[in-house]
């Protein structure tokens, strides 16, 4: 496999933003570290070092380089365990079961952020 003989991983700002979306969570699950240019659905996410200037780009890939943990490659990995289409599938099913119900579409999203699960029938 490739990426396990990279170092790290770079990505420079793209037009396509939805592309980038997939490819920095096949990058987190890596565990590799990430260089990047900031992307507004990963700001939160640890572990992912960001630039804006050239001399912060070289800064983050320095720092990626000379200070990666056994705890960083397990927090990016972390960050993605859960994203798998299982996992997505089902949440598809409790949503369906949920408006099936006779739940808002509202009540029913609230209800899968809160971590409940409603029997699929």
Same mark, same amino acid.
């Given at each position: 496999?490739? !990426?396990?003989?990279?170092?790290?991983?770079?990505?420079? !700002?793209?037009?396509?933003?939805?592309?980038? %979306?997939?490819? $920095?969570?096949?990058?987190?699950?890596?565990?590799?570290?990430? $260089?990047? /240019?900031?992307?507004?659905?990963?700001?939160?996410?640890?572990?992912?070092?960001?630039? +804006? %200037? $050239?001399?912060?780009?070289?800064?983050?890939?320095?720092? /990626?380089?000379?200070?990666?943990?056994?705890?960083?490659?397990?927090?990016?990995? !972390?960050? $993605? +365990?859960?994203?798998?289409?299982?996992? +997505? /599938?089902?949440?598809?099913?409790?949503?369906? !079961?949920?408006?099936?119900?006779?739940?808002?579409?509202?009540?029913? %999203?609230?209800?899968?952020?809160?971590? %409940?699960?409603?029997?699929?029938?």
């Amino acid at each position: 496999m490739l !990426a396990s003989s990279m170092s790290l991983s770079l990505r420079s !700002a793209v037009k396509n933003d939805e592309v980038l %979306t997939i490819k $920095v969570r096949e990058y987190l699950a890596t565990g590799k570290p990430i $260089v990047m /240019a900031p992307l507004y659905e990963y700001r939160d996410v640890q572990g992912i070092r960001f630039y +804006r %200037t $050239v001399d912060e780009f070289i800064d983050a890939v320095e720092d /990626a380089l000379h200070h990666e943990t056994d705890e960083g490659r397990d927090l990016r990995r !972390a960050q $993605v +365990r859960t994203s798998t289409w299982d996992v +997505r /599938a089902q949440q598809l099913g409790t949503l369906i !079961a949920s408006l099936l119900q006779g739940r808002t579409f509202q009540e029913a %999203t609230a209800q899968q952020l809160l971590g %409940t699960t409603a029997s699929i029938q």
